[in-house]
């Protein structure tokens, strides 16, 4: 390759990508190549970088010159991903992490402290709940748990000590929705920060931070990625928090794999047009299971009756691709439904290509109680599907299989 001052030829450099619209920031923002002229971004596996000398070395290690030093700290293809995820959540700085667990992990360990409280949501995911109660209790941190939709349970729910807002929306898997904008007033009244798992949106149909959201977290094993391949996360906010969350990621390790970050990096590419797609397959299947006979009840915000429809179309550019119904009877309906599906895939993941199929009351959600399964609505004969990308009238056709059975 020449340089400029050989060939004045050349075309200049993009100096920031900050005024591109959304689709474009997707697929140019965070772009890392090597020094070769490869066009896809460049996989950067090592775990640590060398120096020309004793002199340059001792820079780095002291933070007088910036770069890389180890991969715990950082890496050029995470670096890429982080910037390129920002961009789409219109964030100042992302940071990766090895799991959206870790990422929860990191938020919580890197930002409060013994003596804090964390007010969350009811039906935030499973291991999200487990981490808060048998291992963050540990260190002096409260928890204590309201309703989604309820925001005077939230006023309520609001102690002096209280650090952090923490919910998830839509939920999982009945699809209800927290009004954003209204949690984030009340958590800056109450000087406490408002985190949002925005993992069943993603930044393409929703970006929490717009309304008032102080941090972001995902799993980016679900959609960013979107093909089921790898495990990952992210924390999404301002530079002066997410220097903390950095902190702690440096010290403690739970970081994304260079690998990893390659993959996520493709999938944002693609990311808002998949959304598109299975928002779409979504509410197609939703508004044939609202008419189907063995079908008693549909939980999507993208159908006008649900409670969250007109919040969901605030605050959303789109409905998603999960959505839950009821059959008539109870588990053996529900399980007879799932058993006699052929293409679906029955497991707990989502964010995939290919449709799932679950049944939440015994398996991602049959660690709660009776009473904590009731109170969230999640019964017997409820079926979750996370709608994949195939031709919707084979997804159709291969529950009506499961319906026929029952
Ligand atoms: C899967 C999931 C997580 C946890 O992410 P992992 O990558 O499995 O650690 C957190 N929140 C939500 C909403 C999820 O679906």
């Given amino acids: 390759m020449s340089d400029s001052d050989s060939n004045d030829n050349n075309r200049p450099a993009t100096e920031s990508v900050a005024a591109y619209q959304q689709a ?5 923002s965070g772009y890392q190549r090597s020094h070769e002229a490869e066009h896809s971004e460049a996989m950067f596996l090592t775990s640590s970088y060398v120096f ?19 991969s715990r700290y950082t890496n050029p293809t995470v670096r890429a991903f982080e910037e390129r995820l920002a961009a789409m959540e219109g964030a100042e700085q992302a940071v990766a992490t090895s799991s959206g667990m870790a990422a929860t992990l990191s938020v919580v360990m890197s930002l409060l402290q013994s003596g804090d409280h964390i007010l969350c949501s009811k039906d935030v995911f499973g291991s999200t709940r487990v981490m ?30 209280t650090k952090m807002l923490f919910c998830e929306t839509p939920s999982n898997p009945m699809s209800e929705i927290a009004d954003l904008e209204a949690l984030a007033a009340l958590s800056k009244k109450a000087r406490a920060l408002f985190v949002v798992d925005n993992c069943f949106c993603t930044p393409a149909l929703q970006k929490p931070l717009q309304w008032g959201a102080d941090i972001v977290v995902h799993s980016a ?40 970050a390659w993959v996520f990096l493709k999938g944002l590419e693609t990311l808002r047009i998949r959304m598109q797609a299975h928002s779409a397959n979504a509410a197609e299947l939703a508004s044939w299971l609202q008419n189907h006979p063995k ?26 691709g999960v959505v839950s119904f009821a059959v008539v009877g109870g588990r ?21 290509t290919k449709t799932t199929i679950v049944h939440p009351a015994t398996t991602t959600h049959g660690r709660l109680s009776d009473e904590e399964r009731q109170q969230a ?29 029952i």
Avoid at 24 to 28: D, K, P, S
């Fill in 332 to 352: 053996e309906q529900a399980w007879t439904v799932i058993n006699n599906t052929r293409m679906l895939s029955l497991t707990a993941n989502l964010g995939d």
């Fill in 132 to 161: 808060l109660n048998n291992y963050i209790v540990k260190f002096g941190v409260q928890v204590s748990y309201v309703s989604l939709t309820d925001l005077d349970a939230w006023q309520q729910g609001i102690q002096p000590n």
């Fill in 221 to 260: 094993t679900k959609y960013l990625d979107g093909q089921g391949r790898c495990l990952g996360g992210a924390v999404v906010g301002s530079s002066e928090l997410m220097e903390k969350v950095v902190g702690f990621l440096r010290a403690a390790g739970p970081t994304m794999s260079p690998f990893n």
């Fill in 377 to 405: 609505g999640i019964g017997e004969n409820l079926i979750r599907i996370a709608v994949g990308l195939e031709d919707i009238i084979d997804i159709k056709n291969d529950l009506q299989l499961g319906l026929d059975a």
């Fill in 52 to 70: 020309d000398n004793a002199e340059l070395a001792a820079k780095h290690f002291s933070n007088e010159l910036q770069g890389n030093v180890y």
């Fill in 24 to 28: 474009t920031l997707a697929i140019r």
């Fill in 295 to 320: 079908v008693t009840k549909v939980f999507y915000a993208g159908l006008e009756g649900h409670p969250g429809h007109s919040l969901a179309k605030k605050q959303q550019s789109d409905f998603g």
